[in-house]
């Protein structure tokens, strides 16, 4: 049986892109930089939390 992983970050609570970011910078501040396995699965489920929280640009006619 195969699993896969959903690409939907799973919030209990929308959250700003602005909150989101903020905290990636604590992650990357808080490690100096280097990830750990752990961490860097967290920080991808955060970029992932971000970009779905992002704006979307308007495309011009």
Known sequence: M???MSTTPET????SAAEVNEEI???W???GGTL???ERR???RLVLE???A???PTQAA
């Open 2 to 4: 195969l699993h896969t």
């Open 42 to 44: 967290e920080y991808q």
């Open 36 to 38: 750990t396995m752990d």
């Open 25 to 27: 910078r604590a992650l």
């Open 50 to 52: 971000w970009a779905a």
């Open 29 to 31: 501040f808080r490690t």
């Open 54 to 56: 992002s704006p979307r």
């Open 12 to 15: 209990s609570s929308a959250r």
